[in-house]
């Protein structure tokens, strides 16, 4: 692979030997031998305790009472604490709005109220369920058109309003209204919530967590012991998965942990069962949006008046950023010349809803994707035709609604090359009489775009640090404020740090992620994971590569520029030096061997009080087409071919990244048609397991699976001139949903039922066979 010719390159002097090639996992053969470590894998010290959380049964009540002598009587119980044990502060959550124990009142149907701490896991579950509560009963919100009837909100409405939308609707040739509801997600981490505290000297704990935000964790924990935050030591050394569930509320978990800790004076893990993991922690945010637009004879869009309902549960959590991301992702890769969008944050009597990897992207994606549907079946247009007319192109339609010019689209040409390398024309004339003859099995096909903006719309969480230490043998450690949670965050950063400092990928080991190594660190979300600690972890390295070849020239009394180093030789004229070697000399003269780096993400800036500015560094595209299947007599649907052409930029690691989009693509479509939750009348969710919420399996994926990469470095100045990936594939899924939705439409035509097609997600059989006859 040739030296990029890009700002992002790493080491000037030689081209990347890591960088660009699929190297494996870096705890690959860990997670398949089974050697890898997780939380509950650590040994346990003497005298470690067990917590187990006593629930609500109820949705909203008042709580009058907390009877625990049945569960202290039993064997190995040693405490039951309530609010009124807590050491310090009672507040939880970003907003500062929840209870770590509630008081009075109980907000949600599985919410903790108390602890149990036994001296087994299981005796300390056995006897939180003989708790019993007196909670008198209050009036619970449920759903979203409760909420908005009664006006509960967890934050106030938010209104983005770009041009005259009334008098662009008015005028427009064309008018519909429409509605579709998008379902919460589970994210269903194979590792559970878990956490694991243990108690120092000098009042100090340390907490093993399994967190997306180590940060968060060690201020909450701190603010629950009444302690500094430099008395609280984090540490995660990967995670079983996250998807944005453990971004704030692996934080609950560890406070609970934390306090029992420090209550008992002992060592004390929690871990959650899957059950209690279900009633207890938030999913993705249901959205319902309601629109009217107005368009012309073509499908353009003129104007567009769009709800955005969002049922966030209880508390605010991450509901504002969520919300404010939807807004962000209303127009998707389409130009709205005239647009008003009203986001209403719905407080409910359920969990509190969290981040899930898109963060209220998807949502606003799926909305307008809903509405260039609408507008193509009123019109009998082919609704990729409608797609590609709405596209973002030149000035004047190059802006976005909240203000932020579009200057690096590469969609139109994208979807082209997918529109030709998939056959979308020739397949489209063959379902059409495949459908003609078949009164059964109805296929559909559906060719989607995404645009997702990738930064934390937050500006000051774009920021990183990173420690890289050089040792005398050659071997190198680093460590940085990111987590990994299977996605190969850390494969990338070791990739990055090895080319950056010219040595084999071999002598490179990350560590544990760690709050006593890089402080303040953010989250490990928004899809900026790499674009911000490979940065940093490139700095840091870059620092020490300097200092080594300043240190060689002047010993040898040559140019720097004549010192390079390379697949861990240092080359200088006339002679190859070992790294090892130079590097104990380095030593020997006094030269550091190892530095921090820190990198801000520049250029983005954006007011929160009027939704403007530039919330996003750059945009990452790609285009999804989806054939499926319809059975109309049972309404199951089958995935049958997907294409991908996915924008990575240049790729860190082609075979992780590989994984992210169709991981990404899999999941997505497991929201669309598979994942239900349904919450009962009395606000207790009924898909609380395995057995009755399905996500995709390996049956799911299709036989025929392409994936490719657009050719081409980010525009901007991005580590390596990658892009980000974790969270951009997920909403490529949305071609097998209006693929279903064709499908739909041609069984409708049948029936005489033209237009829009009445199907929202999740498209559970129940929901195709009520979209067909409605």
Not at 13 to 23: F, I, L, V
Not at 543 to 560: N, P, Q, S
Not at 607 to 624: E, I, N, S, V
């Amino acid at each position: 692979m040739n030296a990029p010719d890009h700002p992002g390159i790493f080491n000037v002097e030689a081209e990347p030997a890591s960088c660009g090639t699929p190297a494996r996992h870096e705890a690959a053969h860990l997670h398949v031998s089974g050697q890898a470590l997780y939380v509950d894998d650590l040994p346990e010290p003497r005298g470690t305790l067990f917590v187990a959380p006593v629930l609500s049964n109820i949705a909203h009540g008042r709580l009058r009472g907390i009877d625990a002598s049945a569960a202290l009587a039993m064997p190995g119980v040693l405490r039951v604490v309530t609010a009124s044990d807590l050491p310090a502060g009672n507040v939880l959550g970003p907003k500062h709005d929840e209870p770590v124990l509630p008081v009075d009142t109980v907000s949600y149907l599985g919410q903790p109220v108390a602890l149990v701490v036994a001296a087994g896991a299981k005796a300390a579950r056995v006897a939180a369920r003989a708790v019993k509560l007196d909670i008198e009963p209050l009036p619970a919100i449920l759903t979203i058109d409760e909420a908005l009837a009664a006006q509960s909100w967890v934050l106030p409405p938010v209104h983005l309003v770009e041009g005259d939308v009334d008098a662009a609707l008015a005028a427009a040739p064309h008018r519909l209204e429409g509605e579709i509801a998008l379902g919460g997600q589970e994210q269903f981490y194979l590792e559970g919530q878990i956490a694991f505290a243990l108690p120092g000297e000098d009042g100090t704990m340390k907490v093993l967590s399994s967190t997306q935000h180590p940060g968060e964790v060690q201020h909450w924990v701190a603010d629950a012991l009444g302690v500094p935050a430099h008395s609280v030591q984090v540490e995660c050394r990967r995670m079983g998965g996250g998807f944005g569930g453990k971004e704030t509320q692996a934080g609950h978990v560890a406070v609970w942990a934390a306090v029992a800790a420090k209550v008992c004076n002992a060592p004390c893990k929690m871990r959650l069962d899957r059950d209690d993991d279900f009633l207890i922690t938030g999913k993705r945010h249901p959205f319902i949006g309601r629109w009217k637009v107005g368009f012309d004879d073509a499908g353009r869009i003129l104007g567009l008046d769009l709800l955005q309902a969002a049922a966030c549960g209880f508390s605010a959590d991450l509901s504002g950023p969520i919300a404010d991301r939807a807004i962000f992702h209303a127009d998707n890769a389409y130009y709205l010349p005239a647009v008003a969008i009203h986001s209403y944050r719905c407080k409910t009597n359920t969990q509190s809803h969290t981040a899930f990897r898109g963060f209220g992207g998807p949502q606003g994606i799926g909305m307008i994707e809903a509405v260039m549907d609408d507008i193509a079946r009123h019109l009998g247009l082919d609704p990729l035709a409608v797609r590609r007319v709405n596209l973002y192109g030149e000035a004047p339609r190059d802006r976005t609604p909240y203000g932020m010019q579009v200057t690096d689209n590469i969609l139109p040409q994208l979807i082209a090359r997918l529109e030709a390398d998939c056959r979308y024309a020739a397949r489209r004339a063959a379902i059409d009489a495949w459908n003609a003859g078949s009164p059964v099995i109805k296929r559909g096909l559906a060719l989607t775009p995404v645009k997702f903006g990738i930064s934390f719309t937050a500006t000051m969480f774009n920021q990183a640090g990173a420690l890289v230490n050089v040792y005398t043998d050659g071997s190198v450690s680093v460590n940085h404020g990111g987590t990994e949670m299977g996605q190969g965050l850390h494969t990338k950063v070791c990739q990055i740090v090895a080319d950056t400092l010219g040595v084999p990928l071999e002598r490179v080991r990350i560590t544990a992620t760690d709050t006593g190594k890089v402080p303040n660190a953010s989250a490990t979300a928004a899809s900026s994971g790499t674009d911000l600690n490979g940065r940093a972890a490139e700095f840091a390295a870059r620092e020490i590569r300097d200092r080594l070849r300043a240190y060689v020239a002047g010993k040898h009394g040559i140019d720097v520029s004549d010192v390079s180093i390379r697949h861990g030789k240092v080359k200088i004229p006339g002679a190859e030096l070992e790294f090892a070697e130079v590097a104990k000399a380095a030593y020997a003269a006094r030269i550091a061997l190892w530095s921090d780096g820190y990198y801000a993400t520049p250029k983005i800036h954006y007011d929160p009080q009027t939704l403007r500015g530039m919330p996003f560094y750059y945009f990452a595209y790609g285009a999804a087409a989806a054939e499926v299947a319809v059975d109309l007599l049972t309404g199951e649907t089958k995935l049958l071919r997907v294409d991908i052409l996915h924008d990575v930029g240049r790729s860190i690691n082609p075979a992780i990244d590989l994984g992210q989009v169709e991981g990404g693509f899999v999941q997505g479509v497991g929201w669309l048609t598979s994942e239900e939750l349904v919450w009962t009348r009395d606000g207790r969710l009924a898909t609380h397991a395995p057995s009755t919420y399905k996500i995709p399996t390996a049956g799911d994926v299709p036989a025929e699976f392409r994936v490719a990469f657009w050719p081409e470095p980010n525009r901007e100045d991005n580590v390596y001139g990658s892009k980000a990936v974790g969270e951009p594939p997920f909403m490529l899924g949305f071609a097998a949903f209006f693929a279903i939705r064709d499908a739909v439409a041609a069984a409708r035509r049948e029936r005489g039922r033209y237009g829009p097609v009445p199907l929202s997600a999740p498209a559970t059989p129940e929901a195709v066979l009520r979209a067909v006859e409605q």
